[in-house]
């Protein structure tokens, strides 16, 4: 089992940028996959970007190409998303999830506790 810890998040206006990270402890070989995901009341969450260990291959969702980041740190347990250009509709809660396959956005099933950010106009 592998727990994932948030940290980051906030608000800011629109514009700004934001970084979130996670950290992994315990069986991290469920960390094939590292990604981060969000939701919003009312709404399915929705996978935002996503990276596979030690490959630098990456996916992102149509609304943050080009403004959002995801990296592998080099503690190999530990990723973050830059979020820069930050847009009202960026407003949600976002989750830091994992795991050990990297086929489909379905494919997590490891998560973090959600770290709120709030984009304001």
């Known amino acids: 089992q592998v727990q994932l810890v948030e940290s980051g998040g906030g608000s800011v206006q629109a514009g700004g940028s934001l970084r979130l990270s996670c950290i992994a402890s315990?069986?991290?070989?469920?960390?094939?996959?590292m990604g981060w995901f969000r939701q919003v009341p009312g709404k399915e969450r929705e996978g935002v970007a996503r990276i596979i260990r030690n490959s630098g291959i990456m996916e992102y969702a149509d609304s943050v190409k080009g403004r959002f980041t995801i990296s592998q740190d080099s503690a190999e347990n530990m990723w973050s998303l830059q979020m820069n250009s930050l847009k009202p509709e960026d407003t949600a809660v976002y989750y830091c999830?994992?795991?050990?396959?990297?086929?489909?956005?379905?494919?997590?099933?490891?998560w973090g506790q959600g770290t709120q950010v709030t984009v304001s106009s």
């Open positions: 999830a994992a795991s050990s396959w990297c086929i489909g956005w379905s494919d997590f099933n490891n």
């Open positions: 315990g069986d991290t070989r469920a960390t094939w996959c």
